[in-house]
């Protein structure tokens, strides 16, 4: 069984300039999630998506924006991209509420 | 709302040492509780889970047990090797709103030397 894909692994961007980030989530899993992680902030989460609905957003402002799509796939979008918005993007996939999450290597954002 | 503390790292040990790492938690509900492991260059993955009070949840000679009167989840492995070198997260997630969200610590780094 696939795991959960993400891409890109590794981006370089500008400040100002805006990113896209996708997830492929574990066949049958509808519940996708976010989280960033950074050395000093940890693991935050950003929002979770299921059957094409935001279910639960964390505390990040409006440039954080996501969607999902209907086999599952989800996509997050940064725009107008700042230093502090350098870090691993983690998706994770889960089968139901409150259960086991299954996480993507994640996508390496470097903001220039 | 909901909260991991977990012990601070990075935490050095000889290899077949023993290991505790501490978690508490706070939670309004009742909620599930989990160890994640990251290897170095990797996603987080599960590593064990305990759903109600008093459950142990093992794996790869790893233990911890969820215990509602202290509000802990401490992981525990008798001897600990080389390949266990990663960071260690504590989590728990609610499972009353009906959504995905879990809370996680903020990680415990776990080095073991020869």
């Known amino acids: 069984k696939a795991g959960v894909t993400q891409t890109p692994r590794y981006l370089i961007k500008t400040r100002g300039q805006q990113v896209t980030l996708s997830c492929s989530p574990i066949?049958?899993?509808?519940?996708v999630s976010w989280y960033q992680q950074t050395p000093g902030q940890g693991l935050q989460f950003l929002f979770e998506?299921?059957?094409?609905?935001?279910?639960n957003k964390g505390n990040f402002p409006g440039r954080f924006s996501g969607r999902q799509f209907s086999n599952s796939r989800s996509e997050m979008n940064v725009s107008t991209l700042e230093l502090g918005d350098s870090a691993l993007y983690l998706c994770?996939?889960?089968?139901?509420?409150?259960?086991?999450?299954?996480f993507g290597e994640g996508s390496r954002l470097t903001v220039l | 709302g909901d909260s991991v503390t977990q012990m601070e790292g990075p935490v050095t040990l000889s290899e077949e040492a023993f290991l505790t790492i501490n978690c508490t938690y706070t939670?309004?509900?009742?909620?599930?509780l989990f160890w994640y492991v990251q290897y170095p260059g990797e996603g987080l993955q599960l590593l064990l889970k305990?759903?109600?009070?008093?459950d142990k949840g093992s794996n790869k000679g790893f233990e911890a047990t969820y215990r509602k009167e202290t509000t802990s989840f401490h992981l525990e492995k008798g001897s600990v090797q080389v390949s266990d070198s990663a960071v260690y997260f504590c989590?728990?997630?609610?499972?009353?709103?009906?959504?995905?969200?879990?809370?996680f610590g903020t990680g415990t780094k776990l080095q073991v030397i020869p």
């Open positions: 939670a309004t509900g009742y909620p599930s």
């Open positions: 066949s049958g899993h509808r519940s």
């Open positions: 998506y299921f059957s094409e609905t935001q279910r």
């Open positions: 989590a728990l997630s609610d499972p009353s709103g009906g959504y995905q969200k879990v809370t």
């Open positions: 305990a759903t109600k009070a008093d």
């Open positions: 994770a996939s889960s089968l139901v509420a409150a259960g086991e999450l299954f």
